[in-house]
């Protein structure tokens, strides 16, 4: 018990520590893209959406290299994208003066775009168990993601970055670009990232004991514990957003942050180990709950162009069904996710 209690303190500091180093990392960000005149829809998908993603992205580097479990990564960022799209545009909604607005930008280029992502990810893992399959086991199909897989998704995200560049063009900026001080706020930015390394080292190291402790695999504890804590940087952004009746940039950060989060983050992890081996078996269902999350959320966008009160509190029934869903999973009340035990995973 007192080794439980301990690990669950640290996950708790880890989170506060993630939370304040994304605060100035938002901070940053901002004073950042009005120095650099970039229009609100690009502030919220790349440049606020790409800072706030920071976490996942130090979660999947961090588990492959230092802990071998690229599979707690992959849960991590999952469960993050899960939390982002059915989570954050709730409470934004809930805390917005009347519901929260979307345009046909948003429907029509930044959700798309983003259902694209889930269908290349989940592309990039049916290659892998097609043509690298590892030592498969009964019920459980296994591959290996290698560098030039994960440069398929990192590809895509370039042509995202390209077509957010043409939003720039014709964009006018309202604010003098020269009441912002870019050294201090690159500095800040820099040392948020630092901050924000240790407080996802912390979360990691949580969810590989408690995988530990409770002979379940770190994937089932990334895909709840790790990826609610990396998701605080998204919340605060779209939140504050929502209460300041900029919901266009509170949804676009949810958006924006679930294709980096897809397309850059997870690939990292294979980029800077080489090689890394995925459960599809596992991975696939998980991919089908976040497709399910993904067009929920975008008919709720599109009818009307907003997310109004109750489609808010029917986002968060479904996530709350999905956390009930991983807790019999973790604890083996059902077994509807093949998997292994956790001394036989291969995290690369």
């Not at 996950?11 to 950042?32: F, K, P």
């Not at 390394?197 to 379940?216: I, P």
């Not at 504050?240 to 509170?250: E, K, L, V």
């Not at 999350?293 to 599109?302: P, Q």
Request: glycine share 6%.
């Amino acid at each position: 018990m007192t080794t439980i209690l301990i690990w669950t303190a640290v996950a708790v500091v880890a989170t506060a520590i993630v939370w304040r180093g994304s605060t100035m990392l938002e901070t940053a960000s901002e004073r950042l893209s009005v120095y650099y005149e970039l229009p609100d829809i690009v502030q919220g998908a790349v440049v606020v959406a790409v800072g706030s993603s920071f976490p996942e992205l130090s979660t999947t580097v961090l588990s492959t290299l230092i802990h071998g479990e690229f599979e707690l990564g992959v849960s991590a960022i999952v469960g993050s994208a899960l939390f982002n799209i059915l989570v954050i545009p709730a409470i934004a909604g809930l805390v917005a003066e009347d519901a929260l607005e979307s345009n046909r930008d948003l429907v029509y280029k930044e959700a798309q775009f983003y259902m694209i992502s889930v269908a290349v990810l989940m592309l990039t893992f049916s290659f892998a168990a097609i043509y690298n399959p590892v030592s498969p086991e009964l019920a459980v199909i296994k591959g290996e993601i290698t560098r030039p897989l994960a440069i398929i998704p990192v590809a895509l995200y370039v042509l995202y970055v390209f077509v957010q560049y043409q939003d720039t063009m014709d964009y006018e900026p309202e604010v003098d670009e020269h009441s912002v001080q870019v050294g201090r706020e690159w500095l800040r930015l820099i040392g948020s990232l630092v901050i924000i390394v240790v407080g996802v080292e912390g979360l990691v190291r949580a969810a590989v004991n408690f995988g530990d402790y409770f002979n379940t695999e770190p994937f089932l504890w990334g895909i709840t514990v790790v990826a609610a804590g990396t998701s605080i940087p998204d919340a605060i952004v779209s939140i504050n957003a929502a209460r300041a009746g900029n919901a266009i940039t509170s949804v676009a950060n949810v958006l924006g942050s679930n294709i980096f989060d897809l397309l850059v983050c997870i690939p990292a992890g294979v980029l800077v180990a080489g090689a890394a081996t995925i459960n599809y078996s596992v991975a696939s269902p998980m991919m089908g709950a976040l497709t399910f999350a993904t067009i929920v959320l975008f008919l709720m966008l599109r009818t009307h162009m907003l997310v109004s009160r109750l489609e808010a509190w029917g986002l968060l029934v479904v996530y709350l069904v999905f956390v009930a869903w991983m807790g019999v999973e973790t604890f083996g009340v059902i077994d509807l996710l093949p998997h292994l035990p956790p001394e036989t995973v291969v995290g690369h």
